[in-house]
């Protein structure tokens, strides 16, 4: 019944709501009506940002989830595309710069040593755009953390293209600091399993043991129906159940 309401209320929702109803679709694992709530307030709002943004995230979402290769290269195109679609005609939108730096994000899982690291330089001058413009974003929190993580934990040859493209390793970079714009993203999004998952992960590698059990059972009680939220509460469980073994 929920999920009908929700339907037909697109009907009447203008680009304020569509965008939002949209996200509750996403939120409950319903990527099809989502994508299609989306593409019709693409097409019959043309200035909408926040709907073009939000198409491209679903798709770069839909790419980062998906295993096989081939397809996994043709969801981020897609998403690749609306997103550069949208930062062209929203430039003063962080949700499209936002979006941007996600597709750079997706493409780096799909991109050898060096390209991942010259994405690393694109992606870290997007999404500082994104947070200037709208801080209030929790994924632009989210990507900066990640960000931050994978240049402090560069391989061998990472490091040495690293030092070739960027002149070395940008200063600050460290799980230290990617640990606190976790926190900022959660307080934004208090209840994201995917953030308490990285935070918990985080502290974790840090041997903080205690902290990182506080925030496994922040998340005792959450119902999430999303794959990929669900996957991420498992993930919280099973860490919670290592770190009360060790007596943590």
């Known amino acids: 019944m929920i999920h009908m309401l929700l339907t037909v209320w697109t009907f009447f929702a203008g680009c304020a709501d569509s965008p939002a109803t949209a996200e509750r679709h996403y939120d409950a694992g319903d990527d099809s009506s989502a994508v299609r709530i989306l593409e019709r307030t693409v097409r019959d709002e043309p200035d909408c940002s926040e709907a073009l943004w939000k198409l491209a995230y679903v798709r770069l979402a839909e790419a980062n989830r998906e295993p096989l290769l081939a397809k996994r290269t043709a969801l981020w195109r897609l998403g690749r595309n609306l997103s550069d679609q949208a930062i062209i005609k929203f430039p003063r939108s962080g949700g499209a710069w936002f979006a941007s730096a996600l597709a750079l994000g997706v493409e780096s899982t799909i991109s050898n040593a060096k390209r991942r690291v010259e994405l690393s330089k694109i992606l870290r001058e997007r999404v500082g755009r994104a947070l200037t413009l709208d801080p209030s974003l929790p994924g632009g929190w989210y990507l900066l953390a990640k960000w931050h993580e994978g240049l402090s934990s560069l391989n061998l040859a990472e490091r040495g293209f690293a030092n070739l ?78 770190l009360e073994s060790m007596g943590s």
């Open 165 to 242: 493209l960027l002149g070395g390793l940008p200063k600050g970079a460290s799980d230290d600091s990617a640990r606190a714009y976790l926190g900022r993203a959660l307080t934004l999004r208090p209840d994201d399993p995917l953030l308490l998952l990285e935070l918990a992960r985080n502290l974790e590698r840090a041997k903080l043991r205690t902290q990182a059990l506080a925030v496994c059972r922040r998340a005792n009680g959450l119902g999430r129906s999303a794959p990929g939220d669900r996957k991420n509460l498992e993930d919280i469980a099973s860490l919670r159940r290592k």
